[in-house]
């Protein structure tokens, strides 16, 4: 997946924004009038990811954090995991392929290992990952522990939860204390589902860049991300585990 990054021409939608029109002779006249938007404030979504677009990341976030600072990328980062490297074993039988990570790092300034391990049934219909977190330091851990997942699914595609009707991909959406939750595309036809262990918060939003094509400057769709959130407290020693599963089908 494609992440949000600069493009030169990012700078052609700031100049626009920042820049007053230039009155002519009896009318007004912009120095940028030959470029066209295809709908307004497109400056305000110039956004840029910090990471790669991948799943699986690990972060560790002020219990305040909104939806939309995740939006902006203008989030706090309160642990090393996100971009860190992990020490990785796998092992494989017949029935299933279990891939273990494992990492000593730092969540504000505190010692902690987190350790995930993913295991892929044979047939490939179901995946599970569990986290182990262990506080190592002389402190509390008080945040929130959040699982990163980002998608190549279209943004008319649905995210529903339990019963109730889907909603799009492209619109931002937040729930609490999920328990599980179900993906379907449609081109082609695609029905993941999830079940947790423990009841999360799950926020969703879609990936969206600046670009310019030949109609002008547009938001691009690129695919959804979706963030499953746990408050994590952990005092000096104690340790605690989440656990989340995907079935395909």
Not at 179 to 205: D, K, T
Request: overall charge negative.
């Amino acid at each position: 997946m494609l992440g949000r990054r600069p493009e030169a021409y990012h700078e052609t939608l700031l100049e626009m924004a920042q820049a007053p029109p230039e009155e002519g002779e009896g009318e007004v006249k912009s120095i940028h009038e030959g470029v066209r938007m295809k709908e307004p404030g497109l400056h305000e979504r110039l956004h840029y990811d910090r990471d790669r677009r991948s799943s699986l990341r690990d972060h560790f976030l002020p219990p305040e954090t909104a939806l939309d600072d995740l939006v902006r990328s203008s989030y706090e980062e309160l642990g090393d995991f996100a971009d860190g490297p992990y020490d990785a074993q796998a092992q494989e039988d017949a029935e299933r392929v279990v891939v273990t990570l494992e990492r000593a790092g730092r969540v504000g300034g505190v010692p902690c290992r987190l350790q995930k391990q993913v295991v892929l049934a044979a047939g490939g219909s179901e995946v599970s990952v569990t986290w182990r977190l262990a506080n190592g330091g002389d402190s509390p851990i008080d945040c929130l522990f959040a699982s990163q997942w980002n998608l190549a699914l279209a943004a008319a595609d649905t995210l529903s939860l339990g019963d109730a009707d889907g909603c799009r991909l492209g619109d931002p959406q937040t729930a609490d204390s999920v328990r599980s939750f179900a993906l379907e595309g449609h081109y082609p036809p695609l029905r993941l589902r999830a079940e947790l262990a423990q009841p999360a918060a799950l926020w969703s939003y879609p990936i969206e860049a600046v670009s310019n094509s030949e109609g002008g400057f547009e938001r691009t769709y690129q695919g959804v991300c979706l963030m499953l959130l746990w408050p994590l407290r952990l005092a000096p020693g104690e340790s605690t585990s989440f656990g989340l599963t995907w079935q395909h089908g």
